[in-house]
């Protein structure tokens, strides 16, 4: 597939897999962009394409490198999310040894997964970086623009420069998502929701994102844009930035007969024992105080609904701190922890010790993934080295 046509927000655009190269007059750093990969997320795309008007018109100069991608081209073409597998859910790392084996049994999913994968390998090859990575993408519900970050402190630096909430370890609650496995590389990699699928700000928004990377990885000279302009498209009201963190995730199971209760926007605040979804005729109740977040109002997708909390500002400069510090290793020190010695990163937890010791101390140290293997927890550090891309 070189090229689709597709149709949203009244207009009608061609694509294809590279929107667009830029080479700056320094080999770094390396912003990798991608857009649409879900197929009814089109806002991104239609934002790029502007970006990239706005280049050619303007002669906005490059110091860095810089790559337009479209994401999922088949479910784009179709304006679906997917067509049988989520794109953004197939990036783990049984999954990459599967695209690599040789054979003609891809569905049309793992097909895109395999183009971007050799499109995003090969740019590793010919860059130096550093590399920035923002995936542009917009929610069934109604909401203000938010990032999201898998929680390293590289993360939460560039994340930083973009004055609206920013939501930390929802690698913690999801399997596969692009963004987490290029962070398992030590590569920065931002998630930025731009507002509801159809509405036409998202566009606005998912434009102000792009330059404000732009400018923020000094890809592009500071001056070239008006950065408070864009600012203040994303954060009109000038509202302080703020992080949270996801305390709760409702799965859909198979078949389930899901529907969310009707206008519940991001961030909205919910009480415990609240009424947030009926399935299967029965009413899901709120687990706990919080905010709801990305309440599923579309017919594909099994995340229903989070719950997160706000994170105080003292909690964030201790976790630096300790970070910095490279303390992480007095976890190891403790009964019933140890380091797995097959990945320097991961730590191995007696189930016994994990009921005493609280999953936020983890989340401290800067350890956030949670996988049970052999009746072991194992928690994954999200701060790494640069590592090589495979």
């Not at 700000?201 to 404000?212: F, K, N, P, T, Y």
């Amino acid at each position: 597939m070189n090229d689709i046509e597709i149709e949203s927000f009244g207009e009608k655009i061609r694509i294809e897999r590279v929107l667009a190269t830029i080479k700056g007059t320094e080999s770094s750093p390396s912003v990798i962009v991608i857009a649409g990969i879900h197929g009814n997320e089109t806002a991104g795309v239609f934002a790029v394409k502007r970006v990239l008007q706005k280049i050619q018109k303007e002669k906005i100069a490059f110091r860095g490198n810089c790559y337009f991608i479209s994401g999922n081209l088949n479910a784009l073409k179709k304006n679906i999310r997917f067509e049988k597998a989520d794109l953004n859910r197939l990036w783990t790392h049984e999954h990459i040894s599967k695209i690599n084996t040789p054979t003609n049994g891809f569905s049309a999913d793992e097909n895109e997964q395999i183009a971007i994968y050799e499109l995003i390998k090969d740019i590793f090859k010919t860059d130096e970086g550093p590399f920035y990575f923002i995936d542009l993408h917009t929610t069934s519900s109604a909401t203000d623009p938010f990032i999201t970050i898998s929680d390293s402190l590289n993360n939460r630096k560039f994340s930083s420069y973009f004055s609206i909430p920013i939501v930390l370890g929802i690698e913690e609650y999801l399997d596969g998502p692009l963004l987490t496995y290029i962070n398992e590389f030590g590569h920065v990699a931002l998630g930025f929701e731009g507002g509801q699928h159809t509405e036409q700000q998202s566009i606005d928004h998912c434009e102000a994102c792009v330059w404000l990377a732009l400018a923020s990885s000094r890809c592009i000279y500071a001056n070239e844009v008006d950065l408070k302009y864009y600012k203040k498209i994303l954060s009109p009201n000038g509202k302080k930035r703020k992080f949270y963190e996801i305390d709760f995730k409702y799965d859909i199971k198979e078949g389930e007969n899901f529907n969310m209760k009707p206008r519940f926007q991001n961030f909205q605040p919910i009480v415990k024992n609240e009424t947030l979804a009926i399935s299967d005729g029965k009413e899901i109740k709120a687990a706990m105080n919080g905010m709801i977040f990305m309440p599923l109002y579309q017919n594909q997708g099994t995340d229903g609904f989070f719950i997160i909390t706000e994170i105080s500002f003292f909690w964030l400069q201790l976790s630096a701190m300790v970070r910095k510090l490279k303390m992480h290793h007095l976890l190891r020190l403790l009964p019933g922890i140890k380091q797995d010695p097959t990945n320097s990163y991961t730590l191995i937890v007696n189930p016994k010790t994990a009921k005493f010791l609280a999953t936020e101390i983890f989340h401290l140290f800067g350890y956030r993934k949670q996988v049970i293997k052999d009746n072991k927890l194992h928690f994954i550090k999200r701060d790494r080295k640069i590592s090589h891309f495979h």
